[in-house]
């Protein structure tokens, strides 16, 4: 793991630690529910209308008991054992509106071992699992080497699980540092319109 992405899951962790401290001292339900909307407001651009929406779901999510793991099926399955644990961990600190929209984006670019393994099993050079995994000069270094001369491409066949598991990884990554980077810029835009006025 870089410098960058253990900065950014600190700030990550850091920011999900705050929110849980403001929600401990706030004990009124209505403040609760206020900071949980200023923290999907932060994240995510939403209309009023839909932010009015939201806010009647996450009212109605305090009124009935607290989700644990095994309420929350989309968070504990087969894919979610190959996130690292920060990942997991924050994302069960976040509403339930933020973990639908993180599972959304992540089943779109996860990657699958299956169709991994379907595309290692065309012979070399043609061989295409390393662009399906996004790894593009490996992808070209395989092609022109014809797979090692076949020997990279065996050694594939017990690696595959370990790329695929790195490649989704990363996607869960980006996903989180998207989210907080839009949460930054959101907070940019108005501080500047708050000093503009």
Request: aromatic content about 10%.
């Amino acid at each position: 793991m870089s410098k960058y992405q253990e900065e950014i899951l600190d700030k990550i962790r850091e920011r999900v630690l705050e929110r849980e401290r403001e929600l401990r001292l706030k004990e009124d339900k209505e403040a609760s529910i206020e900071a949980t909307l200023q923290a999907l407001e932060e994240i995510t651009e939403v209309p009023r209308e839909e932010m009015d929406r939201i806010a009647e779901e996450i009212r109605a999510s305090y009124e009935t008991p607290e989700q644990t793991a095994s309420d929350y099926p989309a968070l504990f399955n087969a894919q979610s054992d190959h996130l690292p644990a920060t990942i997991r961990e924050a994302l069960l600190k976040l509403p339930a509106v933020l973990k639908d929209e993180f599972w959304e984006e992540y089943r779109i670019q996860s990657r699958s071992i299956a169709i991994a393994y379907v595309l290692w099993l065309i012979p070399p050079p043609f061989s295409c699992h390393y662009l399906y995994s996004r790894h593009l000069i490996k992808q070209f270094l395989f092609f022109l080497t014809c797979g090692g001369l076949f020997l990279w491409w065996f050694v594939d066949l017990f690696r595959m699980p370990q790329i695929i598991k790195e490649e989704n990884r990363k996607s869960a990554r980006k996903i989180l540092r998207k989210m907080l980077r839009h949460s930054l810029r959101r907070k940019k835009s108005r501080a500047e319109h708050q000093n503009e006025a």
